[in-house]
């Protein structure tokens, strides 16, 4: 069954950081991009990050670039954002989905994993 868990989400401080993992199965992992969404409370999904099948090549939006950090353990099936310096404006429901380079994502959306950053 393709199945896509994430996980790692929170309540931070402006300023702190976390770390989220999404566990992939059902499809073979190393095959896809993958990529990080997010969608704020009455604001439409947008993509955080993308990285390649074998982790070769990675992408991030403007509003993140210098603060997250996607990277991916093929052995494990699993893929991370790494986040640093949030904002309250980082609050937000996170998302993963597999995808080719550069097209639409593949699965629908699972329950994602909460992050609020907030003092």
């Known amino acids: 069954q393709l199945q896509l868990v994430e996980s790692g989400g929170g309540l931070v401080q402006p300023g702190g950081s976390l770390r989220l993992s999404c566990a992939a199965s059902g499809f073979p992992f190393s095959s896809y991009a993958m990529s990080w969404y997010r969608q704020a409370p009455g604001k439409e999904r947008e993509r955080v990050a993308t990285i390649g099948n074998l982790g070769q090549s990675t992408n991030y939006a403007d509003f993140v670039k210098g603060r997250f950090t996607i990277s991916r353990d093929n052995a494990k099936n699993t893929v991370y954002l790494q986040m640093a310096s949030l904002k309250p404006e980082d609050t937000a429901v996170y998302y993963c989905?597999?995808?080719?380079?550069?097209?639409?994502?593949?699965?629908?959306w699972g329950q994602g994993t909460q992050v609020t950053v907030a003092s």
């Open positions: 989905n597999r995808h080719i380079w550069g097209g639409p994502p593949l699965n629908s």
